[in-house]
């Protein structure tokens, strides 16, 4: 509990560093937080739904979510719940072995984290996650999705970009030379 109370006198203190290497826990924590602000303000009836923004486009509205991506498997609680502690964990304990020059992926795992955060926020709290951007194609509805959703697909993007190209520019090991 103290730790918890400690942590933002540390990042103040090292603002600077996480500002060069970013912080995937500062970061989780803002994007979480930003999750968070924007699922009260659709919750608690803050704006009147649905409202259309964008005619034909774009619409935000309400809709609570028991299952996994897309509302599949809506039976499921726990298992959703596990995997996204499982990793959390994971990748907490990763950030703290990467190293400060990789800035990419430190935001991707940060985006990552924040993300499942935001969405194991609303499973254990509530049992479903609220989602609220609903976006329109034509007669074709996208399924809704969330602050936190958005996270983890740029997330998975950023690390996918990392991981297959800045990742090639690491330099090969050197084969070794015959005797």
């Not at 540390?10 to 803002?30: D, Q």
């Not at 719940?81 to 795992?109: C, D, N």
């Not at 509530?126 to 997330?155: E, K, Q, R, T």
Request: aromatic content about 18%; proline content about 7%; overall charge negative.
């Amino acid at each position: 509990c103290s730790l918890l109370f400690l942590y933002p006198f540390f990042l103040l203190k090292h603002l600077g560093r996480y500002l060069r290497a970013p912080s995937v826990l500062l970061y989780a924590t803002l994007c979480f937080v930003l999750d968070r602000v924007t699922k009260i303000i659709i919750q608690d009836g803050m704006i009147t739904l649905p409202q259309t923004v964008i005619k034909n486009f774009f619409t935000l509205t309400y809709v609570k979510n028991p299952g996994v991506a897309f509302g599949w498997f809506p039976d499921w609680r726990f298992p959703p719940i596990m995997m996204a502690l499982v990793m959390i964990g994971i990748i907490t304990y990763y950030s703290f072995q990467l190293p400060e020059k990789e800035k990419l992926t430190r935001w991707s795992l940060a985006l990552l984290v924040g993300g499942a955060m935001g969405n194991l926020y609303d499973r254990v709290a509530f049992g479903y996650v609220i989602d609220f951007f609903l976006f329109h194609f034509g007669s074709f509805d996208f399924p809704v999705f969330n602050v936190a959703d958005v996270a983890i697909d740029v997330g998975v993007v950023l690390l996918f970009i990392d991981i297959f190209f800045y990742g090639a520019d690491e330099a090969p090991e050197p084969e070794p030379t015959p005797a």
